[in-house]
């Protein structure tokens, strides 16, 4: 009767921590708080150059994190938006360099077909943590390629500040 005591028990234990590890951030992941604050910081600076704008913060794992469409941005801007975060994370680079690289003749023409579609022009930025652990990427779709790139690099750069 112990020993099935025990058992149980010991099973119940072990499902607890099992449970608590996997629901544990992961700590190369960006955060609720640090997405937010891209996403706001990317916000403001679009505000400031007029350009209205959909942001799209992913996760680590790609994950959609955190979104904004601003007021009267274009609706086709949401998709373009989440896939240059999305692409920037899955490669860990400036959408805009990876982009250089699929122009017929490069090295990895047409990639842009493969995951269900990515974004090869400026807009989709990975960012890093004070360590330079890639914990994320921001994508910004809706002014010129160059505006988004600006927008984006804002929101990436705000979580390497104290504030």
Do not use: W
């Not at 009767?1 to 099992?18: C, P, R, S």
């Not at 403001?44 to 350009?51: G, R, Y």
């Not at 990515?118 to 960012?127: D, K, R």
């Amino acid at each position: 009767m112990l020993t099935e005591q025990i058992k149980k028990y010991g099973l119940m234990l072990f499902i607890a921590v099992i449970s608590i590890q996997l629901n544990a951030q992961n700590p190369f992941d960006i955060s609720h708080d640090q997405a937010m604050k891209a996403l706001e910081i990317a916000k403001q600076k679009a505000e400031s150059m007029n350009v209205l704008v959909n942001i799209a913060v992913v996760d680590a794992g790609a994950n959609l994190k955190s979104f904004v469409r601003m007021d009267d941005s274009f609706l086709g801007s949401i998709d373009v938006a989440i896939k240059k975060a999305k692409t920037a994370r899955y490669f860990d680079i400036d959408t805009g360099e990876l982009g250089e690289l699929t122009q017929p003749g490069g090295i990895i023409y047409n990639i842009e077909h493969s995951n269900g579609g990515l974004m090869t022009f400026p807009g989709g930025v990975p960012i890093k943590n004070k360590n330079g652990k890639i914990i994320g990427a921001i994508g910004v779709s809706g002014g010129t390629i160059e505006e988004d790139r600006i927008i984006a690099n804002a929101g990436a750069a705000s979580i390497l500040t104290k504030n």
